[in-house]
């Protein structure tokens, strides 16, 4: 009878405990946790706006306005900022993808065609009258250079960076990007590319309203008294702003206080002594009570 119990509880012992429910909900609810997550992820990537853009690194139509640098480097030489363009070559349609003449593509897609995967380098250089490929291209200023081209009696190459890194391909498809630096050259291998000029205004470009004091429409600004005040508003009838004097139609403005120095002058008649009449003198006396005239009888 002893050996059996001593059996029945090594048997026991050797069971695997049982499993808490408790513990099995919890691995489930874990699992979830980690597949609501990894959907975000995939979902935070994705654009689900419309005009054709399908990720949030692409422009997107009528919301994003985005700006690169551009520079064409011949033989060392950079030319001159790209004229100014709003439409697109040869059409009266609006470029969402342009130039102001400031050495910057101003990304900023008004339509599916020019917006998302279309926002190329390609497109920018169509919409201006101009074309880039891998191994020439026809800019600004009736430049047009292929590779072969001297610089110097040297053989020179077509090439193109981003952001100071050479890149091999044709640029034409490359896909535009914020802030971006873009410089296409015709140049000897070897010879570096450089930065175009208009590098460092990428990061201030003027229709941002950076470096100056435009108020946008709709903004507030707060002067230096703490008055907040709306461009379009008036300051309403009978009100002030602080450090200002306001006049109402009607009344007489207030007098200015000035400092003035009181004269006194008191005309004493002169004292004649005999038949002839008396003379008047004029003197000055200095704020002091003024007697009676005396006489002498003739």
């Not at 429910?21 to 919890?26: D, E, N």
């Not at 926002?119 to 169509?126: D, I």
Request: proline share 9%; glycine share 12%.
């Amino acid at each position: 009878m002893g050996k059996a119990s001593r059996a029945k509880r090594r048997a026991e012992a050797r069971m695997p405990p049982p499993r808490n429910r408790s513990q099995q909900w919890w691995y489930v609810a874990t699992a979830l946790v980690v597949m609501i997550g990894v959907f975000l992820i995939v979902l935070t990537k994705t654009d689900s706006g419309g005009g054709g853009n399908a990720a949030v690194d692409r422009p997107r139509a009528d919301f994003d306005h985005w700006h690169a640098a551009i520079g064409v480097n011949v033989c060392g030489e950079w030319l001159p900022n790209a004229p100014e363009f709003d439409l697109r070559a040869g059409t009266d349609v609006p470029a969402g993808i342009n130039t102001k003449g400031d050495g910057l593509i101003h990304i900023q897609p008004a339509a599916a065609d020019e917006s998302g995967e279309n926002a190329t380098l390609g497109l920018f250089m169509e919409f201006g009258g101009w074309e880039v490929t891998a191994d020439s291209f026809s800019v600004w200023g009736d430049v047009a250079k292929t590779a072969g081209d001297e610089c110097d009696g040297e053989e020179a190459e077509v090439r193109w960076s981003v952001d100071g890194d050479e890149q091999s391909g044709d640029p034409s498809v490359h896909r535009l990007g914020d802030l971006e630096v873009i410089a296409i050259a015709l140049l000897p291998g070897g010879e570096e590319i450089g930065e175009p000029p208009s590098a460092g205004a990428v990061f201030t470009p003027a229709d941002m309203g950076q470096g100056s004091d435009t108020t946008l429409a709709g903004e507030t600004t707060t002067t230096a008294g703490g008055d907040v005040t709306t461009p379009g508003e008036s300051t309403p009838p009978g009100q002030t702003t602080p450090g200002a004097s306001t006049t109402i139609p009607g009344e007489t403005p207030p007098p200015t206080s000035t400092e003035t120095t009181a004269s006194t002058e008191t005309t004493v008649p002169e004292v004649t002594s005999g038949p002839t009449s008396a003379s008047t003198a004029t003197t000055s006396v200095p704020t002091e009570p003024t007697a009676p005239a005396a006489t002498v009888a003739p």
